[in-house]
C-alpha cells in the first residue's frame, strides 16, 4: 500500500494547481536546502573537530553534546543532499527505497537528539545542580544512558518500515517523514504514542529539570567562588541554549503534525513545508551555539593555583595530576 499512496500523492502534485509550484518556490526552497546542507555539515563538524581538539569530552556533560553533533552531522550530511536534490529536480523523485531510507535517518537521529537532551538536563541537575562537583559520571553508566538514548529512538524509526505506519512525501514532495494524514487506526496509534513518548515526555523532562537546576544554582551560589559558579552557570546556560534552540525548530513541525491528525489539513503545499525547514535548521543553530561557547571559553583567565578541584570545573583526578606536575 505504502508504494501506491506515494504514486497517489506525486500524482496529485502533478495535477494540483496550487501556485506553491511555481518554478520560483522550488529555486527559493533549494537554495535554503543547500544552506542548511552546507552550514549544517561545516559547523557540525567544526563543532567536533574543536570539542576534541580541546579535549572537553574529559568534561562528560559535553559527551552529550557530541552525541548531538554526530547526530545533526548525519542528518546534514547524508540526509539533507537527498531532500536538496530532489527540490532542485522540481519533482519528487523519491522512490520508496529512497523515501524509506531519507524518512528513517531524519526520524532516528531527530529523536535520538531530543532524547539525549532529556537525558543531559536530568544527569547535568543530579550531577552539576546538587553541586557534587568533585566526582565524574562512570563511563559505563553516561554509556548506557546515551546508548539507551539511540535504542529508544531507533525502535520508533523502525517502525514504519515494518508496516507499523510509513514513511511518505510530504510537503512539496521534496522530502520524507511518516504518514500524518493516515487514516489507518493502528498507524494512527503509532503517531500518537510517539509525540507523547518523542515530544511531550521529554519535554516537560527538559522544562522541569533545567528549572530545577537553575533553581538549585542560585540557591547555592553563595557557596562557590565566582569562577566556579560562572563555569557552572556558562555549561548550564549553553545546555539551555541548545535545548530551547532545537525545541523551537521542532515545535511548529510537531503542531502541524498534531493539526493533521485532528483533521486540520493545509492545501498549500508550501506552508506545509515551512515547518520542515524550520525542523531540519536545527542542523545549523545547535553546532553554531556550542561553538560560541568554545569561543568564549577561550577567552575565560588562567585558573589559579588556590582554586580547588571543584572551581577548576575538572575531575578530581585530573585537577590532582595538574596539583601534582606544578608541585
Not at 314 to 327: A, D, I, Y
Amino acid at each position: 500500500q505504502t508504494p501506491n499512496k506515494i504514486v497517489s500523492i506525486q500524482e496529485s502534485q502533478i495535477n494540483s494547481t496550487d501556485s506553491s509550484h511555481n518554478p520560483l518556490v522550488f529555486i527559493t526552497v533549494t537554495i535554503v536546502f543547500t544552506l542548511i546542507t552546507i552550514f549544517g555539515v561545516g559547523l557540525n563538524v567544526a563543532a567536533l573537530f574543536c570539542a576534541f581538539y580541546r579535549k572537553c569530552y574529559r568534561h562528560w556533560p559535553n559527551i552529550f553534546l557530541i552525541a548531538v553533533h554526530v547526530s545533526s552531522l548525519t542528518i546534514a550530511a547524508c540526509a539533507h543532499p537527498l531532500m536538496t536534490m530532489s527540490s532542485f529536480l522540481k519533482m519528487a523523485n523519491f522512490s520508496l527505497l529512497g523515501c524509506e531510507v531519507y524518512g528513517f535517518l531524519v526520524t532516528f537521529f531527530g529523536l535520538t537528539e531530543i532524547n539525549l537532551f532529556a537525558a543531559a538536563s536530568v544527569s547535568y541537575y543530579f550531577y552539576v545542580g546538587k553541586m557534587e562537583y568533585g566526582t565524574t559520571m562512570p563511563k559505563w553508566r553516561l554509556t548506557i544512558i546515551v546508548c539507551s538514548c539511540y535504542v529508544v529512538a531507533l525502535g520508533w524509526a523502525i517502525g514504519p518500515l515494518v508496516g507499523w505506519n510509513a514513511y511518505v512525501p510530504e510537503g512539496l514532495l521534496s522530502a520524507c517523514c511518516v504518514d500524518w494524514t493516515t487514516e489507518n487506526p493502528i498507524s494512527q496509534a503509532y503517531i500518537v504514542l510517539m509525540l507523547i513518548i518523542e515530544f511531550i515526555f521529554p519535554v516537560t523532562i527538559i522544562i522541569v529539570f533545567h528549572t530545577k537546576l537553575f533553581v538549585k544554582l542560585r540557591q547555592h551560589r553563595q557557596r562557590l567562588s565566582t569562577r566556579s559558579r560562572t563555569d557552572k552557570s556558562r555549561s548550564a546556560y549553553i545546555l539551555l541554549l541548545m535545548t530551547v534552540s532545537f525545541l523551537v525548530s521542532w515545535s511548529p513541525y510537531a503542531v502541524m503534525s498534531f493539526m493533521n491528525i485532528l483533521g486540520i489539513k493545509r492545501q498549500n503545499q508550501l506552508l506545509n513545508t515551512i515547518p520542515a525547514l524550520m525542523a531540519k535548521s536545527t542542523t545549523v543553530w545547535d553546532p553554531l551555539i556550542f561553538l560560541m561557547r568554545m569561543s568564549d571559553g577561550r577567552k575565560k583567565p588562567k585558573r589559579q593555583h588556590n582554586e580547588s578541584p571543584e572551581d577548576q570545573n575538572l575531575p578530581v583526578e585530573e585537577s590532582s595530576q595538574s596539583l601534582t606536575k606544578e608541585k
